[in-house]
């Protein structure tokens, strides 16, 4: 029997990157991989307080293989940015990985935002990545990439 299946879904393989700040507008990208459900599972969170997110509001955004190379081409210096948009009757999100060249800021900045077609409004959170984390998220995405394909 594959316990991957059966396990519960926050003891899943998860990589978050935590960027609280103090001016409380910092956030958390997490990456959680499901191999049950074929796919990679990004979930983002908006600071609420002193390294404190606000999980109960949390946007999701599901990524497939597609989803998974657009983000790894820029990690690995192919293209500067990745744009991926999803469309569904509630809402519409967007991820994006940008490559950044200016030497005084973060070398990434990732962001996943959400707007709900009812009232339009628009969540977002952003976090500058390091390089170190870079190397770490890239490293994660292909080996989801294995386990999806079960290479």
Known sequence: MNTETTLDPQR???????KPNSRGTGGVIRFGLNPAKSALFVDAAPQ???KQF????KL???WSLTDIGAAL???QGRQSEAKLFHQSEKSNSAFE?????DPDRAPYLLSLSRQDAADKSVRKVAIPVTHAEAATLEAALRAAIARLLAW
Do not use: A, C, F, H
């Open 54 to 57: 606000d999980w109960e509001r």
């Open 97 to 101: 990985i940008v490559e950044r060249t």
């Open 48 to 50: 609420t307080g002193d």
């Open 73 to 75: 081409s820029v990690l």
């Open 60 to 62: 999701t955004m599901k």
């Open 12 to 18: 899943l393989p998860q990589l978050p990157i935590y």
